[in-house]
């Protein structure tokens, strides 16, 4: 199958195209990957085996994603369009002949459910990547629910030997609410952490600044306890994934705090869900049994390393990569498409 994967967020769209690939599809990816081998700087490394196509490459740097030609349309079999409501349906009528997937990635609201909702009946897919979309009160409906994924064997062997504290988040501070700033900061303050990500100038000696991937790994690796608050609306996001796979022990944020009042009231936060407290994590609400739990796990090696291989084992369960090419295999090849 011929594939036209249309993606505004580069590293789900690194991880997805090589999935995709490995399936043996053909995939033209509209986004940072568009030249798939790296011959521009990318967040990730640059995919060997997916192609590279220049003619499709230079048209899609000359029209945007909201009005493609029809040379970015009629050769493909297939459109995944990762989120952007805008690019689905000012596309739409144009597209809609082909097998179109929509593919959540947690940042569906109310509005744009409702908009999504009337192309179902017209043939649209959609590809969710958490049950807890299910809770939107105008939610469009599914026709798969396949999370994000991760590689066991490239997250793995987590050492703690740092003793540390790590948070991964861009622009904590500038974000504060949607990123529980305010609950996270006094922890990484008290303990002498790190915030990891871009737009973190503003902590001072506590911004860990940009890692290169490698390093990413590296730090996940080495350092002690991960505290995790989240990005509003996402069920759950990238980095949660890693460090669980990575076996980082995690404290998260809970559901209490994970939901933000001045919008619509829904049940969307998985992460307290998927961490069960004492066993493969921690949850705490407050920047004092952040600290305690934290100490706990600073203090006591052998209870990290039990929460860390609970930890692991319940990412290798729910975000597998084994699993998730599975069913991007059943989905992609049903119907004979």
């Known amino acids: 199958m011929l594939i036209h994967y249309m993606s505004c967020h580069s590293v789900l ?32 490394p640059g995919i060997p085996n997916a192609q ?29 369009i990762m989120h952007s409501p805008n690019v689905l349906l000012q596309n739409w009528d144009k597209i809609k002949h082909k097998r179109v997937i929509w593919r959540t990635i947690g940042q569906s609201l109310t509005g744009t459910e409702s908009k999504i909702k009337r192309l179902v009946d017209e043939g ?26 991760k590689d066991p064997a490239e ?10 504290v790590i948070n991964f988040t861009q622009s904590l501070k500038g974000r504060r609410d949607f990123c529980h700033y305010d609950e996270i900061f006094p922890v990484i303050r008290d303990l002498d952490g790190k915030v990891y990500g871009t737009g973190n100038e503003d902590l001072g000696e ?6 290169p991937y490698k390093l990413q790994k590296r730090v996940m690796r080495r350092s002690g306890v991960m505290i995790y608050g989240g990005t509003f609306p996402a069920s759950y996001t990238l980095s949660f994934m890693e460090a669980m796979m990575t076996g980082l022990p995690m404290i998260v944020i809970g559901k209490k705090k994970a939901h933000i009042d001045r919008f619509e009231k829904f049940d969307f936060y998985e992460v307290d869900e998927i961490i069960k407290h004492g066993t493969n994590g921690y949850i705490a ?10 100490k706990e796990l600073l203090e006591n090696p052998d209870k990290a390393r039990n929460v860390s291989r609970a930890g692991r ?25």
Not at 52 to 80: G, Q, S, V
Not at 286 to 292: F, H, L, S, W
Request: hydrophobic share 35%.
């Open 52 to 80: 590279y196509y220049p003619e499709w490459a230079e048209l899609a740097r000359t029209h945007p994603k909201t009005a493609l030609p029809p040379e970015l349309i009629e050769p493909f079999d297939c459109f995944i």
């Open 155 to 164: 997250f793995q062997g987590w050492s703690g030997v740092d003793k540390n």
């Open 313 to 337: 084992k319940t990412a290798i369960k729910l975000f597998g990569k084994d699993y998730i090419k599975k069913q991007w295999k059943e989905l992609l090849d049903e119907n004979n498409y």
């Open 13 to 44: 769209e690194w991880d997805e195209v090589q999935l995709l690939t490995e399936l043996g599809h053909e995939v033209f990816s509209n986004g940072a990957y568009t030249d798939p081998k790296g011959a521009y700087t990318l967040p990730r």
């Open 206 to 211: 506590f911004n860990g600044g940009e890692l």
């Open 124 to 149: 649209l897919e959609i590809v969710r990547y958490s049950p807890k979309e299910r809770n939107l009160k105008t939610y469009a409906g599914e026709n798969a629910m396949i999370r994000f994924y």
């Open 285 to 294: 609400n407050e920047p004092d049994d952040i600290i305690k739990y934290a």
